[in-house]
């Protein structure tokens, strides 16, 4: 997807959430469409993270083959009792073997990912069908203001959210002037976000978990920017901060 596509498929799901969350019920048909325009882009993003997959697994595979190829010509050293070759292979084959875990590792995340999505669009597609019955108004645990810490980036700042029913919303303030909309989902204390930045577009996911006192969150990130010299992955928490 280019920039501009995640832009405004980020915008589309910031106005999306807050149409169907503002709608009275006498206007269930606004809820409804703006509640198929957010299952529309969580579609957008599975489909994606299906892409980013079948990537990993085709590089995971030709790392496996490699890694095949270099105990076969292991295993031919040891018989010939060629040391010099021998300790080149075992250089060899425990550089790939972390570059396979690594793999692993990532693969991991993105299928957890990917089912974390499908587990959004199915409750999402619930509240959907109820639209038309009642429309929730409730103001979930993640309403408020935060502090935010990431890592290993080092960079804080403030996110202001808003939370009905399991939908959230809001918008954020980072050092270095970086600032943008989140929209994401809140489900059995598992929290979901996406980042909008104001310059990039869609930048950046966040997952973690909220504490059973409501006033932490910890958990990982993700760019979404593939530029090699940018962190990929890290940490990040956030603190509840008290009404100013």
Not at 11 to 24: H, Q
Not at 138 to 146: A, T
Request: aromatic share 6%; charged share 25%; with cysteine.
């Amino acid at each position: 997807m280019s920039a501009k596509r995640s832009l405004a498929c980020g915008i589309l799901v910031v106005a999306a959430i807050s149409g169907a969350w503002a709608a009275e019920p006498s206007e269930g048909a606004d809820a409804v469409e703006a509640f198929v325009a957010v299952i529309d882009v969580e579609r957008t993003l599975l489909n994606e993270d299906l892409a980013r997959h079948q990537r990993i697994a085709q590089q995971r595979d030709l790392t496996l083959g490699r890694l095949q190829e270099l105990h076969v010509a292991l295993d031919g050293a040891i018989q010939r009792k060629d040391s010099t070759t021998m300790e080149t292979l075992i250089f060899q084959v425990e550089s790939v073997e972390r570059q396979h875990s690594e793999e692993v590792a990532f693969e991991r995340m993105v299928v957890e990912r990917i089912r974390d999505r499908l587990r959004r669009i199915a409750v999402l597609e619930l509240r959907l069908e109820g639209l038309d019955i009642d429309v929730e108004r409730v103001v979930g645990p993640l309403q408020g203001r935060w502090d935010i810490s990431m890592l290993p980036i080092d960079q804080k700042g403030v996110f202001n959210l808003k939370q009905e029913g399991t939908i959230v919303s809001g918008t954020y303030t980072l050092e270095g002037g970086w600032t943008g909309s989140l929209t994401g989902t809140l489900i059995d204390r598992k929290v979901y976000l996406v980042r909008i930045d104001s310059k990039l577009g869609r930048s950046m996911e966040l997952e973690g978990f909220l504490s059973s006192d409501g006033n932490t969150i910890r958990g990982t990130w993700q760019s979404t920017d593939m530029a090699p010299d940018l962190q990929p992955f890290g940490q990040w928490a956030a603190t509840r901060r008290d009404s100013d």
